[in-house]
């Protein structure tokens, strides 16, 4: 089950507090100098720039994931890789004692239909080799949905700079024309740095992280798939339960591999 992921707010909070109370602890005036970096003007080139070259850049049937993508960055999943071991070692429990096609009834109490898809796949006695060649085909077709998705957070990231230097270009035009006016040299030179600082701030605290975030989520996603592959074949070639859990452990990170035969020998000792 999907959780609300705290540390994607918390981040975006930390770092804008922390630039807040650098411009703060550092201004002569307080509150007045915090006040000035809040510029409509230099906003409004870099999000009006950013959304325009978002719209160019990708299609209407792509730019409707982007709320889904952008909630996803503030979800999370936790997996329990050792529960899902245990659930194959359980399922080759049974096909080993009662036959594959026993199997099925089983289903009800697995909530992934990855996995459900993969046992009916051996129940139905198709090849091992089929079998895993439809399971990656699945795996590959998520990588490429997934990347398409971040493909519109990776380019903001990309862009967001780049409109804030067409801001600066823009504030430092303004401020040569009017060279011989005075007051009007601090606006235009405010509206040369402000977008430069808003697009870096966009780039390097929104949509990078959150784009790096997606890719490691992906790439879990992908690792769990490939252990129920694993999983799936065990089982539908009739390995010993033992030597699946022993298999599919070695996917495991090294320190979560110690803890479970920690776990093991307490249960063994306690028996």
Excluded: C
Excluded at 20 to 40: C, H, K, P, Y
Excluded at 187 to 204: E, H, V
């Amino acid at each position: 089950m999907k959780k609300f992921d705290i540390f994607t707010p918390i981040g975006i909070f930390i770092g804008l507090t922390m630039v807040l109370f650098a411009i703060f602890t550092n201004s002569e005036r307080g509150m007045s100098d915090v006040v000035f970096f809040i510029q409509i003007a230099s906003f409004l080139i870099v999000l009006g720039g950013l959304t325009a070259a978002i719209l160019i850049n990708f299609s209407l049937a792509d730019l409707k994931l982007i709320p889904k993508v952008f909630a996803e960055t503030f979800r999370s999943e936790p997996k329990d890789f050792p529960e899902l071991i245990n659930t194959f070692v359980n399922l080759s429990t049974k096909a080993r004692r009662e036959g594959l096609l026993a199997l099925e009834a089983s289903l009800e109490e697995v909530e992934d239909p990855f996995i459900q898809k993969g046992v009916l796949l051996a129940v139905d006695g198709i090849e091992p080799e089929i079998i895993k060649d439809i399971m990656m085909a699945e795996v590959v077709a998520m990588e490429e949905r997934h990347r398409k998705g971040r493909a519109i957070i990776e380019r903001a990231g990309e862009y967001a700079p780049a409109w804030g230097m067409i801001g600066t270009l823009i504030g430092l035009v303004l401020m040569l024309q009017n060279l011989t006016d005075p007051s009007t040299i601090g606006p235009n030179m405010a509206l040369a740095l402000l977008t430069t600082l808003y697009g870096s701030l966009l780039a390097n605290l929104v949509f990078i992280p959150m784009s790096n975030k997606l890719a490691t989520k992906t790439e879990e996603e992908v690792f769990e798939k490939q252990i129920i592959i694993e999983g799936v074949i065990g089982v539908q070639s009739g390995q010993n339960p033992k030597i699946l859990e022993e298999k599919l452990s070695a996917f495991l990170p090294k320190t979560q591999q110690k803890i479970e035969e920690e776990e093991e020998g307490v249960t063994v000792d306690g028996a």
